[in-house]
């Protein structure tokens, strides 16, 4: 059998332009979880956008998005949550542990 010419293709190849990346100075603590753990942005049913930080085997945060929340804005969010959990220990969980709205009784 012969092989199969290639063709070249005119659609862009997928990935994110160096422009839309935001400065690691804008986002200091994610650009260092990256080097060596990892984020995660989606939707998890039924909860919504999420945002999630990992290093390694442990969660950092994960985060819920908030209405009207940007892309931008929910990843600063992240940021300061790794930061608290670089500099003070503290994990947030926003996932698993129901929000309390500020109507509620306590």
Request: net charge negative; charged share 25%.
């Amino acid at each position: 059998m012969a092989p199969r010419s290639k063709v070249a293709s005119d659609r862009p190849t997928r990935g994110i332009s160096k422009k839309a990346v935001p400065d690691a100075d804008l986002l200091p603590h994610l650009a260092e979880l990256i080097d060596y753990g990892e984020i995660t942005i989606g939707t998890l049913e039924p909860v919504g956008g999420v945002a999630t930080a990992v290093d390694g085997a442990n969660c950092l945060s994960m985060l819920v998005r908030r209405d009207g929340e940007t892309l931008l804005q929910l990843l600063q969010h992240l940021d300061l949550a790794v930061a608290l959990a670089f500099n003070e220990d503290i994990f947030t969980d926003e996932v698993n542990t129901p929000r309390r709205s500020s109507r509620s009784k306590k």
